[in-house]
């Protein structure tokens, strides 16, 4: 059973790169489809972006001008990076293993980023 | 973009009672010759993941109970518990599979009346 792991910095800037890393065990993340999601305190939950294992990476309207999705196969882990964040940006972000087809099967159970000056 | 409603925000059943969650997309989700219907219902628990319930519409996932069951199509689905039990108490969530940007509702709050 594949597992999913977040991780990074609990606390960015205004203005500064937010930058994640979910590391993937039991499995290869190489020949799957991965995806981030997030979800601000006490709201609902948005689709952030969708990265092949081509790497070919989908993302959010909103955030697209901001954000790079990224696969590391030697360490076996999946990264999202987002540039000048606001408090906007602050939330729960998730990743999850995603089947060919688009369906977020598996999730990891999230790491809390807050933009705080 | 494909924007998901769900109706209610907010529901309150009795237990042993049905619980029935709508969603409705701002176009078909009906794509491929076997015209499947790419909509997922996910439940959320407070501090867990989403968890995917049913995927297709209406395929319940493995160790879901048979209590959950999803209808609809095209544009219209149906997220139903047939008879309320405390743990189902969550906030559950539509997500269309169509092709990026894949958007969610907004969420529908479950309570026990």
């Known amino acids: 059973q594949v597992q999913l792991q977040e991780s990074g910095p609990g606390l960015v800037k205004p203005s500064e790169t937010l930058s994640l890393t979910c590391t993937v065990s039991g499995g290869s993340i190489s020949g799957s489809y991965w995806s981030w999601t997030r979800q601000p305190p006490g709201k609902g939950l948005e689709w952030v972006g969708h990265i092949y294992y081509t790497g070919t990476a989908y993302y959010q309207t909103s955030l697209k001008s901001r954000l790079t999705i990224s696969l590391d196969t030697s360490k076996n882990q999946i990264s999202l990076k987002l540039s000048s964040v606001t408090d906007a940006d602050t939330a729960v972000y998730y990743c999850a293993k995603v089947s060919p087809s688009g369906v977020a099967e598996h999730w990891g159970q999230g790491t809390l980023v807050t933009v705080f000056s | 973009d494909i924007v998901m409603t769900q109706s209610p925000d907010s529901l309150a059943v009795s237990l042993g009672e049905r619980a029935t969650i709508n969603c409705k997309s701002s176009?078909?989700?009906?794509?491929?010759?076997?015209?499947?219907?790419?909509l997922l219902w996910f439940q959320q628990k407070p501090g867990q993941p989403p968890k995917l319930l049913i995927s297709w519409a209406s395929t319940r996932e493995s160790g879901v109970p048979d209590r959950f069951s999803g209808s609809g199509s095209g544009t219209d689905f149906t997220l139903t518990i047939s008879s309320l039990q405390a743990e189902d108490v969550a906030v559950y969530y539509c997500q269309h599979f169509y092709g990026p940007p894949y958007s969610f509702g907004q969420g529908t709050k479950l309570e026990i009346k």
């Open positions: 176009q078909s989700l009906i794509y491929g010759s076997n015209n499947d219907n790419y």
